[in-house]
């Protein structure tokens, strides 16, 4: 990894969600992480680990609870206001995860890609309607589309609207929060090699997030696995992948289906014993202690830090085993 100062910072982030009785929901919890320039950092876990929760609060779209994230060496704030994402908006972006409930319905195609620059920028309407055509063309539709409305359009199609309203301010960093959980197989590997084509194009800097644990490892230079709000592991992504250190990331890709057929059919699929702990109730020690078959009596009680793996550059490990 380049030796330039980091892009996006996350330090100790926290972001709770607060319940009735003061109770709290602990979404994410003391996550460091840091992005580089260009790079694309694949982040996989569990629905509920807490991973969209992340994304939306790195680019402004939920408020801190605690800990810090910077751009570029700038602490970023903690709670958006309106001058905040007027600001950030033209570097920071989301592509969300649904190309279904993400799009306004009311508004045309031309309106929802252009509002962008509508907002940011000082364009004419026609001078806008000229960019918000030439995005759509980029992304593989066509600019007579933009009189059109959402429902008039596909998923594949919509999730492309969706990509050209996040890149037409041009950011430089973007949060994928499940592009292509929403879309068939054919249409996943379409959007896939677009957002490829555009970070070459863009020199982009992406979060990916996504449950398919051979997608992340074929499209991001590294991969961190996050687990009940906490970050379990993180290195290169092929690394991690074909050698997993933490049991949860073992049992992740154990479980993440074959591509061939016949070596699936025969394949002994692994499963993770148990639900995921309510993010109400988070438990004491290490939060997969209750579900790892490699559980110490020491992962019940102390909560294992992500420290480096001994001869192993780049790769960060949140467990007792690699402690004790």
Known sequence: MSDAPPLVVADQLTKYFPLPGGRKVHAVDQVTLTIHEKEVVGLVGES?????????????????????????????PQRYQPEDFRRWAKKTQMIFQDPYSSLNPRMTVGEIV???????????????????GEWLRRVGLEPDHMSRYPHEFSGGQR????????????????????????????VQAQVVNL???????????????????????????????????????????????????????????????????????HRRSETIAGEIPSPVDVPAGCRFAGRCPK??????????RLLPVADTPGRQVACHLFTT
Do not use: W
Not at 52 to 72: C, D, E, F, W
């Open 114 to 132: 252009g509002e962008g620059l509508k907002l940011h920028s000082t364009y004419s309407a026609t001078e806008i309607r000229d960019r918000a």
């Open 48 to 76: 509920g680990s807490g991973k969209s929760t992340l994304g939306k609060t790195l680019v402004g779209l939920h408020a801190r609870t605690s800990g810090t994230a910077s751009y570029r060496g700038e602490t970023l």
């Open 195 to 265: 957002l490829d084509e555009l970070k070459a194009s863009m020199g982009l800097t992406l979060l990916f997030i996504a449950h398919d644990l051979s997608m992340v490892r074929y499209v991001s230079d590294r991969m961190a696995v996050m687990y009940l709000g906490v970050l379990v592991e993180i290195g290169p992504a092929s690394d991690v992948f074909f050698s997993p250190k933490h049991p949860y990331t073992q049992i992740l890709v154990a479980s993440n289906p074959e591509p061939d057929p016949l070596r699936e059919r």
């Open 295 to 304: 559980a110490m009596d020491i992962c019940r009680s102390e909560t294992p």
């Open 159 to 186: 999730q492309r609207i969706g990509i050209a309203r996040a890149l037409i301010l041009e950011p430089e960093f973007v949060v994928c929060d499940e592009p292509i959980s929403a879309l068939d197989v054919s």
